[in-house]
């Protein structure tokens, strides 16, 4: 619940003190939302050669805003007007920093309602950073009602696929046969991904033609393995033979066709198919979404049974515990948020609700149907009546079809600017599905995707064993 206080319970004396330490991760997002692209913030070698100051440290201004934010979150709370700011700025605040912010009150005048403030900033040295005054006009309603949870802001720096990069980046590199690799574009994003420790390739394709774009481009390949093939049908059995011998944790989609490249995978005596039913998984990085964000089934399933979406969520969650999301939040899709038997994909989003509240489906928090708005929205939730865990807060999009899913996905990616990164999950190996328009951060993190349900798979593997 936000409160505040009102002139007249403001008194002199009273103080607030907060805390906060200062993340490589908050320099960033302080970057872009104030336009300040200083590199002696952004980048310790510039930190040294322009400063010789050996790493980067805060903008003197994100101390600034900390004193805003207690005067505007606590005293005197919501409904607190700026009249006046002036501030001394005495030290940097460094990465990893605990800053202390205090702001005791030294004067008030009731004809306009005005507080003035001491303001303070120290370190966790107890050395002074920032000392101020500011002026404030009190509020002269008394605050009510729930807060706003800062996980509810709508924008946020692009740290999704980076964060999963450095995370993994960590762990022994997973083998992963690369699959007729003989374009630049899926060789360059094989071999990057090599040299960020994110997995150790087995280039499987035509020995003649790899080494050529390898020349032609300036990629270096002899630190890793090749295995010579005739051509990309050859290249695809062999790539799918190594994961189920146990060669290759993952399989990766070079520059054969897609159809190409599943059809071997899918084969019933030769592939990598389980019981499970395969189904593809888009990873996005939007920058107007809080959290990662699942979008599925966009690539494989093109119209989905309600038997089908049984195996599309069960995919996705468990793909989401692989990547550290413990209780993920399901929004089954459709057109309304009501069910309606004239709209089908309202009945299965029911359905596949109730099985969670059966326990076949488990691990995650199912509601649906749920339109897109109310999905992705708490305030259109709100307005509509709706009460729901997973209004609002949704980690997984389960589309109605794959046409659904595809627009979905391509409208974040060109409208608003999102980064996505694609997986296929089910089989018996994670199936790195790339596209020729995809980023290089993108091949990387879905590289990253793939390590980290490999190392699921490995630890679940081995505590059955135990």
């Known amino acids: 619940m936000i409160t505040n206080k009102l002139f007249d319970e403001i008194r002199v004396g009273d103080s607030a003190t907060t805390q906060r330490a200062l993340t490589k991760r908050d320099v960033d997002m302080f970057a872009v939302i104030s336009g300040d692209m200083n590199p002696t913030h952004l980048s310790d070698e510039y930190a040294q050669m322009l400063l010789e100051r050996q790493k980067v440290s805060g903008h003197s201004m994100w101390g600034g805003a900390l004193i805003s934010s207690l005067l505007g979150n606590d005293l005197p709370g919501p409904g607190t007007v700026y009249r006046s700011q002036q501030l001394n700025f005495h030290g940097s605040i460094d990465l990893d920093d605990t800053v202390t912010v205090t702001v005791r009150v030294t004067g008030k005048r009731a004809e306009d309602r005005s507080v003035i403030f001491d303001c303070r900033v120290e370190n966790q040295r107890g050395e002074l950073i920032i000392t101020g005054v500011a002026e404030v006009i009190a509020p002269s309603v008394k605050a009510t009602g729930e807060g706003i949870d800062l996980e509810d802001l709508r924008y946020h720096a692009r740290t999704v696929f980076s964060d999963l990069i450095a995370r993994v980046r960590d762990w022994e590199p997973i083998a992963v046969a690369s699959t007729h690799p003989c374009s630049e574009t899926a060789l360059r994003g094989t071999i990057d991904a090599a040299k960020e420790s994110i997995i150790r390739p087995i280039l499987v394709g035509p020995r003649d033609r790899i080494q050529r774009v390898a020349d032609e481009h300036g990629i270096d390949i002899s630190p890793y393995e090749l295995i010579d093939t005739p051509h990309s049908h050859a290249s695809a059995a062999e790539a799918v033979a190594l994961c189920r011998g146990g060669a290759a944790e993952a399989i990766m989609k070079g520059s054969l066709h897609t159809d190409e490249f599943m059809s071997a995978i899918l084969k019933k005596e030769t592939g990598l198919r389980t019981a499970a039913r395969i189904s593809h998984v888009f990873i996005m990085d939007v920058p107007t979404y809080p959290r990662p964000l699942f979008v599925t089934d966009a690539a494989i399933n093109i119209y989905p049974t309600l038997e089908d979406k049984y195996h599309i969520v069960q995919n996705a969650i468990d793909l989401a515990h692989s990547l550290g999301i413990e209780v993920p939040k399901v929004a089954i899709l459709s057109a309304v948020e009501t069910i309606n038997p004239k709209i089908p994909s309202t009945m299965e989003a029911a359905s596949l609700c109730k099985m969670a509240d059966r326990g076949q489906i488990t691990g995650a928090i199912l509601d649906g149907p749920l339109a897109f708005d109310n999905a992705i929205s708490k305030e259109a939730a709100m307005i509509k009546g709706i009460k729901s865990e997973v209004a609002g807060v949704a980690d997984i999009f389960v589309v109605p079809d794959l046409e659904a899913g595809n627009m979905m996905a391509k409208q974040m990616q060109y409208l608003i600017d999102a980064d996505a990164a694609g997986i296929v999950v089910g089989a018996r190996v994670p199936v790195i599905l790339t596209s020729r328009a995809d980023t290089p951060k993108a ?24």
């Open 443 to 466: 091949r990387l993190a879905s590289c990253a995707v793939a390590t980290a349900v490999a190392f699921a798979r490995r630890t679940a593997a081995q505590s059955v064993k135990a």
